[in-house]
């Protein structure tokens, strides 16, 4: 199937519209030279002297591009003409630059003659802003962003320009001394800055020029094989031509990329890689007659363009009674296709449309566009004359474009007459003009065998109205003629009902099997004008131009003249030089030869068109070179994209093949050599072991034999599972002080050792690694806040790859304090502990700790700030506690003062008669609101000694970023420890 590109023009910049502006730019930039001879300007002086240097380019554009300023009087009537854009009629046959050629927000704003400085006039005569100084009215430009003035989104008729779309097959663009309007005038710029600033060319080289003088022609400017524009990735590198019109001169050419470039004389094809801009000029050999031609320069990069759908269908004919089409729409878009330009692309990019239209405008409903998940049935019953499924690719990502539309058509036949039987027909499409006699049956063939004749009493023509273009008169159709046999000479009125394709008749006539017309086998007849009797018909060239091996040279040339004797004879020219055609003519490599038809009887006959070829040496061809995306792919669930390109000189027809060997016998099976037609994928399933790709170069010509080209070797590998870890406690304290470790490896046996390390949780002091043969124990001591073990597993074949780390932490002592297990918690909640975090880092602590008490260790928790609250009453560590006591500490919000008077009291309250031990934890000092003293420390000991005679075997205190004396005689009148953590 073939892409559905839209031909119809938008109102963005065509392909020569991209140059022009480019080609423009680029002078701009070249002339760009300061004012000589004056005093350094102003800043208003050089805007005004660049605004209206720009806006003369501008002038300079529009005019040669069709525009007409006759009727513009006024600087703000000028804007608004070069503000509009060219019509759709004169669009459709004009190369060059249709849109607008200033910014819309552009106006002029009137300068009184009273104003000092310098101010722009417009010279209606000369078409032309210019800049002065003197007392008079004159102008400035600026932009207004709300502005609305005339011009703004309009369209007019224009003249066609230097360029117009050709309307043979040769080029897609004519070229014509017929210029509309005076060469660019191009004014001094300086380099400041503009108002209006238009982006500047991609590339800018300056062409080496000589000085020139006004009666020296100038060169036309060479021409690319291949547009400019972007390519689909898999079409890289691509062989360039650069073609030089004139028949004087050299190409000189330079390649941009990554900034850096130098020119080279042209010897032949080049080849460009993603992003190359090419730029190059003709270079005169006859200085005393021709100047340097101006540069061309062109683009080419990679299109992030999704690659097309295609489909699988179950049936390409179906019965019309009760036939059902399976369809199946498939593509091969996938994530490292588009990652290779960087981007980002997410696994679920790509979204899968599709509609069904009737086939040949037959009966039955068009669907919109549909989302694809799943294979889908049409039946028969909904498109009785069959029906066409057109899918595209969509993408959710920007910067990548949708696909082309690609579709399929699905035909119904008639249960009684199927696909191959005697009543099956193919017909041919008929072209012809007045007076022209034909019969019709000549045209139709049987399709399952095209020398068998047609039983014309099973078959006749027929017309229906399900046509797309149908028969307004059967009568004028001849119909009768046609079904008797009869031969039928085209008249002006079978063409004439028909509008809509310039006069032509388009016309479809079906064939009836049993009396009902079916749509599958249709003849289409046109039926055209007869044009003018033409001149004569241009010689034939024997053998036709291009590249021919070394040995063919100097080879001979033969001149056919096609017209009836005695009308004319041939005139050819090699090198300059002029002669009448007598027989075969011998040329050498890199010769062009011109000749025409000069007519005999000129009142008769005017002279043919000129025809040329061009014989020139082909070097001889490079092998392929091969580039895969990735070197080595992941063996269990890795794939890659592979991409093919080639570097080929000649210019012979060739074919591309590739084969794919798996590196390690009979890991993977050996394909054979298959023709490259873009990128595709190799998954390491297929190959599991890697494999390589090679490839070739296989000559159309039998004169050269198959070129082998680079082999690319993409590698596997598996990657490694990550150790397990396991300890036989979670914490290190003094409950347990030290703690068993052993690592178990997922890995096969063979393919890889464990490797350890441990790293305090503090992060103060990590180890180097150890290879793990047996369990190992850390202790408590050596890591008072607790341990983490690192472990990974690293490969003993190069076939592997190192795994990922596993972690395991084990916590330490609580604030370098041991637990007892009987352990009441005070927990100060204070405004202050939002520093540095200090709360949160509490509540985590505790959490870590308490998660390790069992139902034989018994916990209570007290959160004190202005006053204090038991917010986990004194009891066993059961699960069922320990997830409420975590859900009260999540809801502690730091807030009021220090009351440790009120913490204490409410530890003494608890019924916890068999508690050893109480943390008291703080990050303030005593700060009591109801007291005379706020900062109150009587009675703090005491109540610390009450706790103790209450049987409470130990109190220890931590202050929190607090190095305080009452945290130390609390610790001491508690018969534990005092520590101070830092922040």
Do not use: C
């Amino acid at each position: 199937m073939t892409p559905n590109n839209d031909t119809n023009r938008s109102n963005g910049f065509s392909l020569v519209e991209s140059i022009s502006v480019v080609a423009i730019l680029a002078i701009l930039a070249l002339i760009a030279i300061p004012l000589a001879g004056k005093i350094r300007p102003t800043t208003h002086q050089t805007k005004t002297q660049s605004s209206v240097s720009q806006l003369n380019t501008a002038i300079d554009l529009y005019l040669s591009n069709g525009g007409d300023l006759d009727t513009a009087n006024t600087p703000n009537q000028v804007l608004a003409r070069l503000k509009t854009r060219m019509n759709s009629a004169s669009g459709s046959t004009f190369v060059g630059f249709t849109g607008s050629a200033i910014d819309q927000r552009l106006k002029a704003v009137t300068v009184g003659s009273d104003a000092e400085g310098v101010r722009a006039v417009y010279n209606k005569t000369r078409k032309k802003f210019e800049v002065t100084s003197e007392a008079v009215e004159g102008f400035r430009f600026e932009l207004d962003e709300n502005y609305e003035g005339n011009g703004i989104g309009e369209v007019e008729t224009r003249n066609s320009g230097l360029f117009e779309y050709s309307n043979n097959s040769t080029w897609v663009w004519d070229y014509t001394d017929a210029t509309k309007a005076d060469p660019l005038e191009l004014t001094a710029v300086t380099q400041t800055p503009v108002v209006n600033e238009i982006p500047v060319a991609l590339y800018d080289p300056e062409t080496p020029v000589g000085p020139e003088t006004p009666e020296l022609k100038k060169l036309l400017p060479p021409v690319f094989s291949l547009p400019p524009g972007d390519f689909e990735l898999g079409n890289f590198p691509m062989s360039l031509e650069i073609i030089n019109p004139n028949e004087a001169g050299k190409i000189v050419y330079g390649l941009v990329n990554e900034g850096s470039w130098g020119w080279n004389e042209y010897s032949g094809p080049i080849v460009i890689s993603p992003g190359t801009q090419v730029v190059a000029y003709i270079e005169s050999w006859r200085p005393q007659q021709y100047h340097n031609s101006s540069t061309t320069q062109a683009l080419y990069d990679w299109n992030a363009k999704l690659r097309s759908p295609w489909f699988n269908v179950s049936e390409n004919a179906i019965s019309e009674e009760d036939g059902v089409a399976s369809i199946e729409i498939k593509h091969d878009n996938n994530v490292d296709y588009f990652m290779e330009s960087g981007l980002m692309v997410p696994e679920d990019s790509f979204i899968v449309q599709y509609r069904i239209a009737p086939l040949n405008g037959g009966p039955g409903s068009e669907t919109g566009w549909l989302t694809y998940s799943m294979p889908f049935d049409v039946a028969a019953a909904n498109y009785s004359a069959g029906f066409t499924v057109y899918a595209k690719v969509s993408s959710k990502f920007p910067g990548i474009s949708e696909s082309w539309v690609n579709d399929t058509s699905v035909s119904t036949f008639d249960p009684d007459n199927p696909p191959g039987s005697e009543l099956e027909y193919t017909t041919n499409y008929l072209n012809l003009s007045d007076g022209d006699s034909f019969n019709i049956r000549d045209y139709v063939r049987v399709k399952s065998d095209p020398t068998e004749a047609v039983d014309w009493d099973k078959a006749f023509f027929t017309y229906t109205e399900a046509g797309a273009n149908n028969p307004p008169n059967p009568a004028d159709w001849h119909l009768s003629a046609f079904n008797s046999g009869n031969t039928v000479t085209v008249t002006e009125a079978d063409r004439a009902s028909f509008t809509g394709n310039s006069g032509d008749g388009i016309y479809k006539v079906y064939l009836a099997r049993n009396g009902v017309p079916t749509f599958d086998d249709v003849l289409t007849i046109r039926i055209s004008e007869r044009a003018p009797a033409p001149g004569l018909s241009p010689p034939i060239f024997d053998p036709k131009g291009g590249y021919f091996h070394s040995s063919n040279f100097p080879l001979e040339v033969t001149l056919t003249d096609p017209n009836p004797p005695g009308r004319g004879k041939i005139v050819y020219t090699i090198n300059g030089e002029s002669n009448d055609y007598t027989g075969p003519i011998t040329v050498e490599a890199d010769t062009k030869v011109y000749a025409y038809i000069e007519s005999l009887d000129t009142s008769k006959y005017s002279n043919s068109s000129t025809a040329s070829e061009h014989y020139r040496l082909s070097v001889e061809p490079n092998g392929p070179w091969v580039w895969a995306s990735k070197s080595e792919i992941e063996a269990s669930t890795g794939s890659t994209t592979v991409y093919i390109g080639f570097t080929n000189q000649s210019h012979l027809s060739y074919e591309i093949q590739y084969q794919l060997r798996p590196l390690v016998p009979g890991e993977g099976a050996e394909t054979a050599w298959t023709p490259y037609h873009g990128g595709f994928s190799v998954g390491a399933p297929q190959f599991p072991k890697g494999f390589e790709i090679a490839s070739k170069i296989v000559p159309s010509d039998s004169a050269y034999s198959e070129i082998f080209g680079e082999v690319e070797t993409v590698t596997t590998y598996v990657q490694l599972q990550a150790p397990t870890i396991n300890s036989n406690v979670d914490s290190i304290n003094a409950k347990n002080p030290e703690a068993l470790i052993t690592l178990e490896n997922p890995n096969p046996s063979g393919t890889s050792e464990m490797a350890y390390r441990t790293q305090s949780l503090d992060g103060s002091q990590t180890s180097a690694w150890s290879t793990y043969s047996n369990p190992f124990i850390v202790k408590g001591s050596d890591f008072p806040e607790g341990v983490k073990i690192i472990a990974k597993a690293t490969p003993l074949d190069p076939v592997y790859r190192e795994s990922s780390e596993s972690v395991k932490a084990i916590s330490g002592k609580f604030f370098d304090i041991d637990i007892t297990w009987k352990t009441i918690f005070i927990l100060d909640s204070s405004g202050s502990m939002v520093t540095n975090d200090r709360l949160a880092r509490l509540q985590s602590q505790v959490v870590a700790v308490i998660s390790e008490f069992g139902e034989d260790d018994s916990f209570a928790i007290i959160d004190y700030d202005d006053s204090a609250a038991v917010i986990s009453d004194w009891g066993p560590g059961t699960e069922s506690r320990i997830q409420s006591a975590i859900a009260s500490l999540s809801s502690m919000e730091a807030g009021g003062a220090t009351n440790y008077h009120a913490a204490l009291e409410a530890a003494l309250s608890l019924a916890a008669d068999d508690a050893t031990q109480v943390i008291f934890l703080s990050d303030g000092l005593p700060f009591a609101p109801e007291a005379s003293n706020p900062e109150n420390t009587d009675g703090i000991v005491e109540l610390v000694e009450d706790l103790i005679s209450s049987g409470v075997e130990r109190l220890d205190t931590i202050g929190f970023g607090l190095d305080s004396q009452i945290l130390k005689d609390m610790a001491s009148a508690g018969g534990g420890e005092s520590v101070v953590i830092s922040d």
